[in-house]
Structures are given as structure tokens and as C-alpha cells.
């Protein structure tokens, strides 16, 4: 009975150590999608918007098309 208790033990720690490195290693998904967008503000109508995704007209940025005009 003793030995099959220190085998399993063995066993978890083979276990946690193996699958603790690997979780070191490498981060889950949802970590690594994670990115930081700069918000900016549109000129018109003062909606928050991605940088990335705002028209830039004269030094000033807009949402839509719609705005821009």
C-alpha cells in the first residue's frame, strides 16, 4: 500500500513539473492577442476610436467619411 502511495506521488510530481514548464514556456492565447490600441478623438462629433482606424484630413482625425464631410 506504502509503495503505491509513493509512486503516485512520484507520478504527480513528474506530472506538475513537466506541464509547469511548459506552461512557462508559453502563454495561453488570450495572452498573447492582447495588444494596446491608441484611442484618439474625432474632430466633428467627439466619438473615442481607434487610432488605427480614424481618416486623417488636414492634422485632424475623423470616425467616418460621413464626419469628414
Known amino acids: 500500500m506504502i509503495k503505491i502511495i509513493i509512486i503516485g506521488v512520484v507520478l504527480f510530481l513528474v506530472y506538475m513539473l513537466f506541464f509547469k514548464k511548459i506552461r512557462q514556456d508559453g502563454k495561453p492565447p488570450q495572452e498573447k492577442d492582447k495588444t494596446i490600441e491608441t484611442m484618439c478623438e474625432c474632430h466633428k462629433c467627439k466619438v ?5 482606424e480614424a481618416i486623417l484630413s488636414n492634422g485632424k482625425l475623423y470616425c467616418s467619411k460621413e464626419c469628414l464631410a
Open 48 to 52: 473615442l476610436i481607434s487610432k488605427n
